[in-house]
């Protein structure tokens, strides 16, 4: 069977399996098989995406069903979307038409507003003993919705602060709830030294844990870059860089007490659970970059660990971890799709399970994924998003529960650099980057085996033969690209 019937018939199964999906389903969770993917209504999946910049459901102005729709159509099966807990200022991080930071009165929180005006977004402030019920019906009609595309949902419940600008829209400033929250540090607001905060933030989580149980297209993300109101310093990347030794050059780690708050977030996830049919993935934000992990760093039951801005040792550092790891954004490096096209094919051929690029060209009024003159600092764009999924056409083109990281495959790549997943003896993935035409020395197994060479950028198959080996070191000659190259094994049918 040639690849491109293979991928016409695992797509028609893909979409009989989208239509099928049932409130019983299993949630996706990690494959038991192979912890680095995960499983979704009976395969094994990577999640990978570009994606609006999580205000889907909590900007009333936009269109969530059209977005949607874009998505499946670009072959995405995977969103993040912020709970509402915390929202942004326009103009934060330089995003012209932020999806994240509603227009005045049109943020939806999952507080319902009380009858006192004042809110600093506009509109009334927030009553924090009450639950809105637009809110809950809007949240629930976009994982309906997703789920019916195939969607998955990386619901993320906290989000740092990042400074007053911020904290002045926030729902927990005392200026815009009738509590008068006494929130002293805004800083301290994620850890167990947040006053009052904590039993707010319990009552969120128990809310949404409950009224989210049916669903089988949604995991829970603890909090966003925790790092940001509460750091240690980790390695400088690159010491050279000597008059900038902050980010984007150096990895910063949340601190203890951070780490201890969102452990007990996930505790009132498991406990909340524990009464109900349904366990949810949980998600635990590490580190922007890279960092080899220890059990002090980790929630003991989460089974993702989430980077930012990754390097590939995000994955190959941690590949002994019973866990999977994500990369769930990217987008501050400019507007290149060869940038973020490369990040995600780096990091998944590592070992990676997840990839999401903040997409800016979803925004209010162009939900279809196509407002690619949104000034940003990132880029995303129809071009991108057909790009990703050439990359996931070909990862799910493999077995993707017998794929592991291989060191030991490439045994020599003059000129590029290679990373390669492999089930020894059946199939090998391969991905490389550098200066082509290259001779590649593999440790092929005996066998006939069926070669494809791939260019990642717009999925035209320059090469494709049966190769007949004895065993031991195989030499092939790659075509010429001028920038990088995707290679598929695989062993003939008997």
């Known amino acids: 069977m040639n690849h491109l019937v293979r991928t016409l018939l695992t797509g028609l199964a893909l979409a009989a399996t989208t239509h099928a999906w049932a409130a019983g389903s299993i949630p996706i969770r990690l494959h038991p098989q192979n912890p680095r993917y995960f499983e979704w209504r009976g395969k094994a999946v990577a999640l990978i995406t570009s994606a609006e910049h999580y205000g889907a459901v909590l900007n009333l102005d936009f269109d969530y069903r059209r977005y949607l729709e874009m998505l499946q159509h670009d072959g995405m099966n995977y969103t993040r979307i912020f709970s509402g807990s915390y929202v942004e200022p326009a103009g934060a991080f330089g995003i012209e038409r932020n999806t994240l930071a509603p227009a005045q009165g049109r943020f939806l929180s999952p507080w319902a507003r009380s009858d006192q005006p004042g809110y600093a977004g506009g509109g009334n402030k927030f009553d924090l003993d009450r639950f809105s019920p637009e809110y809950l019906a809007r949240l629930k009609d976009f994982l309906t919705e997703a789920g019916r595309r195939g969607i998955v949902v990386e619901l993320t419940l906290f989000c740092s ?20 929250l006494a929130v002293s540090n805004w800083r301290k607001l994620n850890t167990l030294d947040n006053g009052p905060a904590l039993a707010y933030q319990e009552k969120l989580v128990r809310h949404l844990v409950r009224e989210l149980n049916t669903f ?36 910063e780690i949340p601190t203890a007490e951070t780490v201890a708050w969102q452990a007990k977030i996930a505790d009132i996830i498991a406990d909340e659970e524990s009464r109900l049919p349904k366990r949810h993935l949980i998600a635990q934000n590490i580190a922007n970059f890279r960092l080899p992990l220890r059990p002090a760093d980790l929630i003991p039951i989460a089974g993702l660990v989430n980077f930012h801005y990754a390097y590939p040792e995000a994955a190959t550092w941690n590949l002994s971890l019973p866990i999977a790891i994500g990369y769930d954004e990217t987008g501050f490096a400019g507007r290149d799709d060869a940038t973020y096209r490369r990040q995600a094919w780096n990091f998944l ?49 493999f077995d993707l529960a017998t794929l592991r990281p291989d060191r030991d495959f490439v045994r020599s790549s003059p000129g590029v650099v290679t990373r390669v997943l492999s089930h020894p003896g059946r199939a090998y993935a391969v991905y490389m980057e550098g200066r082509f035409p290259t001779e590649l020395k593999l440790d092929l197994p005996s066998g006939t085996w069926q070669i494809e060479w791939l260019n990642p950028a717009d999925g035209a198959v320059s090469k494709s033969e049966p190769l007949s080996h004895p065993g031991g070191p195989c030499s092939l000659a790659s075509p010429s690209f001028k920038e990088s190259l995707a290679l598929r094994i695989a062993r003939a049918a008997d």
């Open 161 to 180: 602060t990042y400074g007053d600008s911020q904290w002045s829209v926030h729902p927990f400033n005392p200026k815009n709830n009738v509590q008068t």
């Open 216 to 251: 089988d297209n949604v995991f829970l993300e603890i909090q966003n870059e925790p790092w940001a109101d509460n750091r240690t310093m980790g390695e400088v990347i690159n010491p050279y860089m000597t008059d900038n030794y902050r980010w984007p050059n150096a990895v």
């Open 349 to 397: 051929l590592s070992g990676g399970g997840l990839f999401n690029n903040l997409d800016y060209s979803f925004t209010v009024g162009k939900e279809d994924g196509t407002d690619t003159a949104n000034q940003a600092p990132g880029g995303g764009s129809p071009a991108l998003r057909r790009q990703l999924k050439i990359l996931s056409d070909f990862l799910h083109s």
